[in-house]
């Protein structure tokens, strides 16, 4: 999230897609139904099923799932053709006015340097043209061709509102009122929030998906407002604290990256990262770089780090492939080149794309770790459930370990949430039995593997015996303990750097915030973004004051949210160029003639004049926001409508290119997307309010309320096919079937697409075979084995099936 | 003194004895707003939680309701209704449950002295030590919400959480619902928050937006916030103008003073037997409602 | 007045109680079960635990009420669970899935034990914590020495591990992922990912 929860109640305009806020997060919803009643803001969702969502909305249109560029396409094409724009937002905070390379071309679907044969684009042609000076030209007319702001009116100009419903099946008069009031909040005092979630990412074009919207949201002047924004919902509690902290296989905290093979040494790593800005004046913060880098090596490795072994680079693992993510991860266990593998709170057997492909790579292990509280499917992939989990335990030869573990409420620690806050939690009772935290496994484990090493030597021993470990008690590391290690502290005194004399930090100190860091190891800190959590006046995140100066809900000291405490990101934003407000009712941060000050921590230097030019996202080399993203996405620098690799239809705007032209796709599953001659239905995946994934099943309270699996059809396709609600239904794909009871509804309607009558159908996610729940099939028995295309999330919410009627009851 | 402290009792069942009633109690009231209602069954889980009740996990018959009646265990249900009303379509969600009628068809049916009361703060709650589960109070109940238990045969209902509110407190399914669809306060107050409400909706474009507040019943401590009050039977099933079976006012306008003047018992067998197990044409209207509140919607 | 109690119907049986009872009651005997009193408020003197609701990234705050003082001879136990009123974002409410909370502390599928499961085995066996991290901690040293890449084909350091993997949770606490990012990196494991995608 840009924002954060209660900041909602600031829009005027809420839309929901790719998301379903009322269902999956409820709380958080809140916020919406205050928006409307307090400032009679309007709600429109955009979904391929009618959902609690949108029982609450002022306008629902039904899309067809996997179509929602060519929506957000023809969004933005009305707001260029009607002049719908927060000008001095766009021309001043958007990269709207500069020169793009002549050599950059979209043609049939495809971005100029396209290789077939590798999948991939070179991407050089996606770039700016220098001037002599080194800095990015630019044409604040907005009237040359090759500037950003005219090259992306002729790419999108194919959206029309006729191609939009020919893509989408979206009713043209429905999708022009949406436009009409999306245009709306071009004013600059009107604001309008994205709430999206994993039915954006959830596509082979997923990272494409949210840009296009957050495109609208930049040309609208919404981004860095109160009530505006881009807000990512995020599924779990922690999963943007485990992102934060980058346990991903490319990352160190804070999103900086692991080095590649060809970068040999620390200099070389550096080379990359310089981050020159491109437009005279910047900011680019990302020049600290280093600074983040250095202190987070001496926060892994102490005293073993030194300027001498350039901070332990050789310490960590190069990568020679963009990631090993969990597609290509289990890519590799199912071709048996893992051989061990840990599993700690995650339920893989449930949660990734083709369960039979799963169930045949966890056969190959030797070993396999579990820790969790509950007994989840993974770790009871060997056994047998009948037609559910149909496997023989005898010809399973994976060792499986099964460590118990705590719930939160009998254990400390912080969890950060979608807005950013890390908020502390207090341990409250005493874990069942013999479980134990999951700090004490992981310190039990890594410390039996470092005693054998220190007895036995190995293979490159030295990170794992220098690897900081100066816990009071090294088997039970304490919550607090590693908070303050994320935060960072001095590691010898630190001068100030403009009065050598006078010290910032004493040794010992634990930091203000990550403009204490420093690149001569001075430093240490786990994740730059979290300093300023635990500081010397104490554990930030367990702040409880609730009090909220200024009205827009940023309640500045109720836990601590990064970077800096910040409640709304790009808040410099939210001002003018000179440095008012634009809605002087939604105050937030302002230059009061000195400095910049108001009821946020501006996102900018406190003391730059307005005057100085300084654009307001001075995380960007260009310190302003990219319509165009020059070279950053591996499938172009504007969003392009691909259809899903299962598709009803050939792609409308250029048949010759359908799915993701450079979406990864492995050996074997491209062998297993159905055609929609065998498959003639679309399917889309997704939770039901009354559970959490796979887990709530697990919960009694729950399970009363949603007992068991079933499946949504539409009312049109439920007379075709003969089917009743609580009939016994087969749901297949070309990788395997589901049996479920049906729903029939009046909430999903049959769409024309491209001339072609397309059914929806509707899979609910949370059945397994363990808990308390009716026994179910998973709806990744169906799911297809593709991720999008920069960040490997899985294409759960478009694909291909065929139904049929099993039986009247249902089992 | 009564041991009830904030909840003085204004009737019982089966009694005529006026209660101690010279405190005076400030009435309260739970509001449903209908339109802020996303169906999520917080409120389903707050109650289990809270009352420490938990049904058996069932299964799926083609429907979102689950369970898919109120039981003795579930005192509180979401109704799902897909309908197209003026030309739109809408996906209707209500929770059901005890609407604490001002006058109680329940606590006038009931045979069990103190086996139903009505504390002056407005709850109709179930005494279960003295019930004697003979399903009258279903019978007696215009919006067919008692229910007898198959584990200890008594008669269970939503209490409106009387032991958070005698504290303090509000009822669970009101202080969990994360939109607002559920307040809890005043009667007064709920019904000046409905005003809001209703003229945010006819804004909004719902003409018959409006309070459902049944002057059949004597008005209700659960109240609702319709977008349409003019077709209240479109939420599954609630009755338009529900009213106390005219057998349950005979018994106790009529019959139970005589009784009391020790008319003869066979007389009252007579009569008891033709209240649970008789003709149901003067109870028509109810058992429509009845019937459909339990309807599923897809059907 | 135990000998009011009214057990059971039966016709006659109880009409002849309910009649006993109005008479009774009509003469001014007003029966103290009749009276009837609310149920104990169950929270009275609970202790109260802040803590954070573990399933989405909303981050509700919810309080834990547990009987016992937290004196040295008393095993506290969480008895409920409610939204934190003082919360700023869910200002006490929880959605279906916080409101059932407690279900979930109790989950009859909450793991006990350490167990292990050999190879073509039917049946997990109770194992010991020593036991098992003894076991695992032997198999990750010799996965990791017969197979990790210090130099890759043309010459270059790498350093990494591929034939193990790590799948870290979402669900559990930054000082958790913390400590887990260090144990794995210090190992060169890179298949290492977590829940952001599913």
């Not at chain 1, 790593?269 to 280093?290: A, C, E, I």
């Not at chain 2, 004895?17 to 400030?26: D, F, G, L, N, V």
């Not at chain 2, 009303?85 to 001002?102: N, P, Q, S, T, Y």
Request: hydrophobic residues 40%.
């Amino acid at each position: 999230m840009t924002n954060l929860w209660a900041d909602i109640k600031n829009t005027d305009l809420v839309v929901i897609m790719g998301g379903n806020a009322a269902e999956a997060h409820p709380c958080g919803f809140k916020w919406v139904t205050e928006a409307k009643h307090h400032k009679k803001a309007k709600l429109i969702v955009v979904d391929p099923r009618f959902t609690r969502s949108a029982a609450m909305s002022d306008l629902f249109i039904q899309i067809r799932p996997g179509t929602d560029i060519a929506f957000l396409g023809g969004v933005i094409k009305y707001l260029l053709d009607n002049d719908k724009l927060q000008k001095e937002y766009v021309l001043n905070y958007t990269n709207a006015a500069y020169i793009l390379r002549a050599d950059y071309k979209f043609e049939d679907g495809l971005f100029s340097g396209y290789d077939e044969a590798k999948r991939d684009y070179n991407r050089a042609s996606w770039e700016y043209e220098f001037g002599d000076d080194g800095f990015v030209k630019a044409d604040t007319t907005l009237q040359d061709p090759r500037c950003v702001f005219q090259v992306m009116k002729a790419h999108f100009a194919r959206y029309t509102p006729e191609m939009v419903e020919r893509i989408t099946g979206a009713a043209k008069d429905k999708f022009l009122e949406a436009c009409k009031w999306i245009a709306e909040t071009s004013a600059p005092d009107k604001v309008m929030t994205s709430m999206y979630a994993l039915g954006w990412t959830q596509h082979s074009k997923g990272s494409q998906n949210i840009r296009t919207m957050a495109m609208i949201q930049l040309l609208l002047g919404n981004i860095g407002l109160a009530g505006g924004g881009m807000n990512a919902l995020r599924g779990h509690s922690n999963i943007q604290g485990l992102t934060d902290i980058g346990l991903m296989s490319n990352l160190i905290p804070g999103y900086l990256t692991l080095p590649t093979d060809a970068q040999a040494d620390f200099a070389a790593y550096m080379r990359p990262r310089g981050f020159k800005p491109l437009r005279p004046g910047q900011t680019s913060f990302w020049q600290n770089y280093d600074k983040f880098f250095v202190s987070f090596m001496k926060a892994m490795w102490g005293s073993a780090a030194t300027k001498e072994n350039d901070w332990a680079y050789d310490y960590l693992p190069k990568l020679d492939v963009g990631a090993y993510d969990v597609l290509r991860g289990w890519e590799m266990m199912h071709q048996g080149k893992i051989n061990g593998y840990f599993c700690q709170g995650f339920n893989p057997l449930m949660s990734f794309p083709n369960r039979g492909k799963l169930a045949t790579a966890m056969a190959k292990l030797k070993f396999l770790v579990v820790m969790d509280p509950l007994a989840t499917e993974t770790s009871e992939f060997w056994q047998n459930h009948g037609e559910h989990n149909a496997v023989d335990p005898a010809k399973i030869q994976t060792e499986v370990f099964r460590l118990p573990t705590t719930v939160f409420a009998e254990e400390d620690g912080s969890l950060t949430n979608s807005g950013r806050w890390l908020q502390w939690h207090w341990k409250g009772a005493e874990p069942p039995a013999e479980a134990i935290t999951d700090i004490e496994i992981m310190a039990k484990i890594f410390l039996k593997v470092r005693e054998l090493y220190q007895k036995e030597g190995g293979a490159y021993a030295d990170p794992i015996l220098k690897l900081t470990w100066d816990y009071e008690k090294p088997q039970h590391p304490s919550a607090e303990e590693l908070a303050r290690e994320l935060n960072g502290r001095a590691l010898a005194d630190v001068p100030d750097p403009r009065d050598a004399a006078r010290l910032v930090l004493r040794r010992g100190q634990q930091l203000n915030g990550f403009g204490e860091l420093r690149n001569d190891g001075t430093t240490m800190c786990g994740n730059w973004i979290y300093s300023g959590c635990w500081t010397e006046a104490g554990n930030q995140m367990a702040r409880r004051d609730n009090s909220d100066p200024g009205g827009l809900g940023l309640t500045p000291r109720w836990a601590w949210s990064w970077p800096a405490n910040r409640r709304i990101l790009y808040n410099r934003a939210s001002a003018d160029v000179k440095g008012a407000p634009f809605n002087p009712k939604q105050k937030q941060v302002w230059w009061n003639g000195e400095r910049w000050t108001g009821y946020d921590v501006p996102d900018y230097g406190p003391l730059v004049k307005p005057e100085a030019s300084v654009g307001p996202f001075i995380m960007n080399q260009e310190g302003t926001a990219r319509l165009f993203t020059r070279g950053m996405m591996r499938d172009g620098p504007f969003p392009e409508h691909y259809e899903p690799f299962e598709a009803p239809v050939a792609n409308p705007l250029h048949p010759k290119v359908g799915p993701n032209p450079v979406a990864r796709v492995f050996k074997g599953d491209m062998e297993v997307f159905g055609k929609a001659a065998d498959f003639p239905y679309v399917a889309t995946t997704y939770r039901l309010t009354e559970h959490f994934h796979f887990w709530s099943k697990h919960v009694r309270i729950n399970a009363i309320t949603q007992p068991q699996e079933f499946i949504e059809l539409g009312e049109e396709l439920a007379k075709e096919k003969g089917i009743s609600s609580g009939d016994l239904i087969e749901v297949r794909s070309n990788r395997g079937r589901v049996k479920a009871v049906a729903v029939v509804t009046k909430r999903i309607k049959v769409l024309k697409i491209d001339g072609k009558m397309v059914h929806t159908v509707g899979i609910p996610l949370h059945w397994g075979f363990t808990g308390e729940t009716k026994k179910g099939f998973g709806c990744n028995q169906l799911t297809p084995y593709v991720g999008d295309a920069n960040i490997e999330t899985p294409e759960y919410k478009a694909f291909l099936v065929d139904v049929k009627k099993l039986g009247t009851t249902a089992a | 003194m009564s041991s009830l402290q904030s909840l003085d009792i204004r009737r019982r069942s089966a009694t005529v004895t006026q209660s101690p009633s010279q405190r005076e109690a400030t009435e309260i009231a739970k509001l449903i707003d209908v339109s802020r209602c996303i169906g999520c069954k917080a409120c389903q889980a707050a109650c289990l939680e809270w009352n420490d009740l938990r049904e058996e996990v069932g299964v799926n018959v083609g429907v979102y309701d689950n369970p898919h009646d109120l039981t003795e265990n579930t005192w509180t249900l979401m109704r799902f209704t897909e309908i197209d009303v003026d030309g739109r379509f809408e996906w209707l969600i209500r929770k059901d449950g005890c609407m604490h009628c001002a006058d109680p068809g329940c606590l006038k049916a009931c045979p069990a002295p103190g086996a139903i009361v009505q504390y002056k703060n407005g709850i109709v709650d179930f005494i279960s030590e003295n019930c004697i589960g003979c399903g009258y109070c279903v019978k007696g109940c215009p919006f067919n919400i008692p229910r007898i238990s198959k584990k200890d045969a008594k008669a269970y209902k939503c209490s409106l959480c009387s032991d958070r509110v005698a504290v303090g407190q509000a009822p669970a399914c009101a202080k969990v619902c994360p939109t607002q669809a559920i307040s809890f306060g005043t009667k007064k107050d709920m019904a000046a928050w409905a005003d809001k409400r209703i003229a945010d909706l006819k804004e909004r474009g719902y003409k018959s937006a409006g309070l459902y507040d049944p002057p059949g019943v004597g008005g209700t401590h659960v109240m609702y916030v319709l977008k349409h009050a003019d077709r209240p039977q479109i939420y599954a099933g609630l009755p338009k103008d529900p009213k106390i079976s005219p057998l349950v006012e005979f018994w106790k306008g009529v019959t139970k003073p005589l009784a009391l003047a020790g008319v003869g018992l066979a007389a009252l067998i007579g009569f008891f037997h033709y209240v649970t197990h008789g003709p149901n044409e003067v109870q028509a209207e109810d058992e429509e409602a009845a019937a459909k509140a339990r309807r599923t919607p897809a059907e | 007045m135990g000998s009011m109690k009214i057990t059971r119907r039966g016709a006659l049986k109880l009409t002849a109680a309910s009649v006993g009872a109005s008479t009774l009651t009509a003469l001014g005997f007003s029966p103290a079960q009749a009276q009837g009193a609310v149920r104990a408020f169950k929270l009275e003197r609970t202790t109260e635990t802040r803590n954070t609701c573990p399933y989405c990234s909303v981050g509700c705050g919810v309080i834990m009420y547990s009987v016992g003082d937290r004196s040295k001879n008393v095993h506290g136990k969480i008895i409920h669970i409610e939204g934190d009123p003082d919360h700023p974002t869910n200002r006490g409410t929880l959605c279906p899935k916080g409101a059932g909370l407690i279900d979930f502390i109790n989950a009859k599928t909450r793991l006990q034990y350490p167990e292990y499961r050999a190879p073509g085995g039917k049946e997990w066996k109770r194992i010991s914590w020593d036991e098992a991290i003894d076991k695992i901690a032997r198999h990750v040293k010799a996965d990791r020495d017969k197979n990790f890449i210090t130099k890759n084909a043309d010459g270059q350091t790498v350093n990494r591990w591929l034939t193990t993997g790590f799948l870290a949770a979402s669900a559990t606490s930054n000082e958790t992922a913390w400590i887990t990012y260090k144990a794995v990196r210090s190992m060169g494991m890179v298949v290492f990912d977590n829940q952001a995608r599913v």
